[in-house]
C-alpha cells in the first residue's frame, strides 16, 4: 500500500489517543503515505512530531455527498475511521471497557497491537528536572476538573519550595473561568499559545506537569515529561496517561487532596 487515511474526529485528547493505533499502522506498511484527517489544528501536532506525514481537516465532510466521498477517498488504498460509512474499516470510539488504556482498545478493535506504551509517546520520557512546574487547571468537561480552589494552593505550596510555577490557559478555560483572573498567592507564569502545536513545543522544556483528566495532560505525558493526572470522575484504568514518567491520583467521586498531590509532586 502507498497512500492510507485514518479518519479521527474529536478533541486534543481523542486526537492524541490516535497515535498508538497510527504508529502500528506504520509499522504494517512502513513505506505508505499515512494521512490524518480530524481537527485541524490537534491533528497538526502528530504531524509535528512525525507521527503521520499529512494533516487534513475534516471539518468539510459533512457537506460532502456519498459520491464525492467515494471520489476523494478512492485515492487511498486503505481508510480507517470513526464514520462507518465512510471508512474501509471503522473504529468505535464509544466502545470500551474498564481496565486497559483506551489508545490500546481503539487500535485493537481495527486488529492492531501498538508496542506498549512506547507507540504513546512523541519524545522519550526523561527524569523530572529542575525547570518549572506546570499546572493545567483546565479540561473540556467540567465535571473532570480537580477543585478550583486547589490549584492555587498547589501552587503555593511549590513556591514555597522553591520551584517556579507555570499556569496553563487555553481557550477553554479563556471562556470558562480563565485562571488569569484567579488570585494566586505565589508568583505566576501564565501559558497561553495559539495552537496545541505551539503549547507542545513550550512543554518540552517544563520539569514538571500536573493537570486533570484532558487533552493537555495527554500532551505533556507523551512529550516525556513528568506528569502527575488528576482525576475526579473518570476512570484513570483506561483514561490515564501512561509511561513509567506518569503517575495518577484519584478516580470517580475520589478527588486527591492538596497535600496528597503536593507529596507526589515533590517524589
Not at 468539510?60 to 474499516?89: I, K, T
Not at 479540561?139 to 496553563?168: D, F, T, Y
Amino acid at each position: 500500500m502507498t497512500r492510507l487515511l485514518v479518519l479521527r474526529r474529536g478533541g486534543l485528547g481523542d486526537t492524541l489517543l490516535t497515535a498508538p493505533l497510527l504508529r502500528a499502522l506504520r509499522r504494517l506498511y512502513p513505506d505508505a503515505d499515512l494521512h490524518l484527517a480530524g481537527v485541524r489544528e490537534h491533528v497538526d501536532v502528530l504531524c509535528g512530531y512525525g507521527v503521520v506525514d499529512v494533516a487534513h481537516s475534516s471539518e468539510a465532510f459533512p457537506l460532502w455527498s456519498p459520491a464525492e466521498a467515494r471520489r476523494r477517498f478512492g485515492a487511498y488504498e486503505l481508510v480507517l475511521g470513526d464514520e462507518p460509512e465512510l471508512v474501509d474499516r471503522a473504529f468505535d470510539p464509544r466502545a470500551w471497557v474498564t481496565g486497559t488504556p483506551f489508545a490500546l482498545q481503539l487500535a485493537r478493535q481495527v486488529g492492531l497491537e501498538p508496542l506498549w506504551p512506547g507507540d504513546a509517546q512523541l519524545l522519550p520520557p526523561r527524569a523530572a528536572g529542575e525547570g518549572p512546574v506546570a499546572l493545567a487547571p483546565g479540561s473540556g468537561g467540567v465535571a473532570k476538573c480537580w477543585p478550583r480552589e486547589h490549584w492555587p494552593q498547589l501552587a503555593a505550596a511549590i513556591g514555597a519550595a522553591g520551584r517556579e510555577v507555570l499556569v496553563v490557559t487555553g481557550p477553554v478555560e479563556a471562556e470558562r473561568d480563565d485562571p488569569r483572573g484567579w488570585r494566586w498567592p505565589v508568583p505566576v507564569r501564565f501559558v497561553v499559545e495559539p495552537t496545541p502545536l505551539a503549547l507542545a513545543r513550550r512543554l518540552e522544556d517544563v520539569g514538571a506537569f500536573v493537570g486533570n483528566d484532558s487533552g493537555t495532560t495527554h500532551l505533556a505525558a507523551m512529550l516525556g515529561v513528568p506528569t502527575l493526572a488528576l482525576f475526579v470522575a473518570t476512570d484513570p484504568s483506561v483514561w490515564a496517561p501512561v509511561g513509567a514518567h506518569v503517575r495518577w491520583l484519584g478516580g470517580p467521586g475520589a478527588a486527591p487532596t492538596v497535600t496528597e498531590v503536593f507529596a507526589e509532586v515533590q517524589r
